[in-house]
């Protein structure tokens, strides 16, 4: 019998999975690009004799306007490879890669939201408290780690924080498991930002708790993101949730044909209690992420804990988001320290990027990981679509002769994302990376960690999407005795993977790594 549910479980599981890709098909990109291509061909065609009468002046005209459209492209701020991508598709198809490109840096559907965030992250800045002496104090500690936090605060106002334990989950399971005795002793208020929110046994153990809470006078908030009105929840979900005392939204709702799943999505995971504790890392609010639900295999993610002044960093971003489009942005009330701090060691640096500032916080961390390790870098991303850059800090990092290793999927949760992943494997072989494939099933966290001193735990996979695209949120960890953990999760993780040999790439995944190679001209679009 309960291997019959199982299966009932899996098959409605799929089934779901879809109906999830039509939905995206229809309300994504996919769509207009569709619509796109059509139009392109019909113009070819549907004109053809009037063409060939006018050949030289059509090819003249079409050469200066792709010219043209080609110089405009090139002189954007965008990321190197995101320019070739467009440069390519506007050369091969003029009118489609003009009216594709138009449609999506317009981005009609999320420009007032983009000014009234912007707004609000500016305004947040207020309120980051003085760290003079403490910023003095890891001069003398770390210089590298101060020229960071320099830049963390003059690029996005995010403050270094000490006094604060640090706890490490290597599983979904163990987080919320933690997530619901925290719920419990919520005193105050509960803050909760997410990308996903799905109805079913994880949602509905927190729900039941957030109801609880409300009883008990607690104030509880509840944001997601516009997506999870496609594939998980209905259109008027807040509302349902505001009847029963919560206060919810749903940020940047997507709507078809103006705004697609791609654009400036809200990819962060925090959750806030009374100030004094937060959550982040990779873990959904959906029984995939703790293997209640099983699709893709086991579902290895991670997540932290952080419980004293840290966790003001977190209540910072939340109310980033959440007063976006408030017409009395209220913050203050919210900020202040816990009284009962721990006395710990080391240092916790939360922090968000935008993808509305044109600085690329989340891969300039990570770069600075790669290019400041001594002895190793252990990486886990469930996706691995590189720019130039990443690709390269990788490759040199190992040649120099530090210790880089990257823990991927084995069943992978998208072909594609699967296939542009392994067409690097060859680069990064050669230059001594060490990758291997989780085979239980799908790795989906976020995590470096390097030379026993430095770890980050967050959303930002190694994708255009998390780097460049979505709103994303991370602990920087330095020195924390958490580091001991993530280090033997590492370790435990890498036992229950395949390394990657030369066989592998050159003859297992050839099929994959030309897959991949035909998807690269197109990957920073996707």
């Known amino acids: 019998m309960q291997r019959n549910n199982s299966n009932h479980n899996e098959h409605n599981s799929l089934i779901q999975s879809g109906r999830r890709g039509i939905l995206r098909i229809i309300f994504g990109r996919s769509m207009v690009i569709l619509l796109l291509l059509v139009l392109q061909f019909f113009l070819v065609f549907a004109r053809l004799y009037d063409v060939f009468q006018d050949i030289p002046l059509l090819f003249g005209g079409v050469e200066i306007f792709t010219a043209i459209m080609l110089l405009h492209v090139l002189n954007t701020r965008d990321n190197p490879s995101i320019k070739l991508s467009w440069s390519i598709i506007i050369a091969v198809l003029p009118v ?3 009216l594709l490109y138009f449609f999506v840096q317009l981005d009609l559907g999320h420009r007032m939201v983009k000014k009234m965030v912007e707004s609000s992250i500016e305004e947040c800045g207020k309120y980051a408290p003085d760290q003079t002496e403490l910023i003095g104090r890891l001069k003398h500690e770390d210089k590298n780690l101060a020229n960071l ?24 399971e163990d987080k919320f498991k933690q997530m619901l005795i925290q719920l419990e002793k919520a005193e105050k208020f509960i803050f909760m930002e997410y990308f996903i929110i799905a109805d079913g046994y994880m949602w509905q153990k927190i729900l039941d708790t957030l109801c609880r809470k409300v009883r008990q006078g607690v104030e509880v908030r509840v944001l997601y993101d516009g997506t999870a009105a496609i594939y998980n929840l209905p259109y008027g979900y807040p509302k349902q949730l505001q009847r029963l005392g919560i206060q919810c939204k749903m940020f940047s709702p997507v709507r078809p044909f103006v705004s697609t799943y791609h654009n400036n999505r809200d990819h962060r995971k925090i959750l806030v209690v009374d100030g004094k504790v937060a959550f982040t890392g990779g873990i959904n609010l959906e029984d995939r992420y703790i293997n209640k639900e099983r699709v893709f295999g086991h579902w290895k993610d991670t997540a932290v804990m952080v419980q004293g002044e840290a966790a003001q960093g977190f209540t910072l971003m939340f109310l ?31 922090y968000g990027d935008s993808p509305l500032d044109n600085e690329n916080v989340g891969e300039m961390v990570y770069l600075n990981i790669l290019n400041q390790a001594r002895d190793y870098v252990y990486i886990m991303t469930p996706y691995l679509i590189l720019d130039h850059e990443m690709l390269t800090a990788l490759c040199f990092a190992a040649r120099r002769g530090v210790d880089v290793r990257l823990i991927l999927p084995h069943i992978p949760d998208k072909k594609y994302a699967f ?16 990758i291997y494939e989780y085979t239980p099933g799908f790795v989906h966290a976020k995590v470096f960690l390097s030379d026993d001193e430095h770890a980050v735990v967050g959303t930002i996979n190694l994708d255009y999407r998390s780097l460049y695209l979505h709103f994303e949120c991370a602990a920087y960890l330095y020195k924390v005795p958490a580091l001991a953990d993530i280090l033997a999760d590492f370790r435990k993780t890498m036992e229950k993977c395949h390394r990657i040999t030369r066989e ?11 897959f991949g190679r035909l998807l690269k001209f197109i990957a920073p679009l996707m």
């Open 96 to 98: 489609f890669g003009t």
């Open 149 to 172: 936090v320099h830049y963390m605060r003059h690029h996005g106002n995010f403050p270094i924080y000490t006094n604060t334990q640090v706890t490490y989950f290597p599983l979904g």
């Open 320 to 350: 980033q988001m959440w007063n976006y489009n408030e017409k009395v942005r209220v913050f203050e009330p919210y900020l202040k320290l816990p009284e009962d701090v721990p006395v710990t060691d080391g240092f916790v640096l939360p």
């Open 419 to 434: 296939a542009l992943a392994r067409s690097h494997y060859g680069e990064l072989y050669e230059a001594g990376v060490k």
């Open 504 to 514: 592998d790439i050159q003859k297992r995944f050839f099929l994959y790594r030309l």
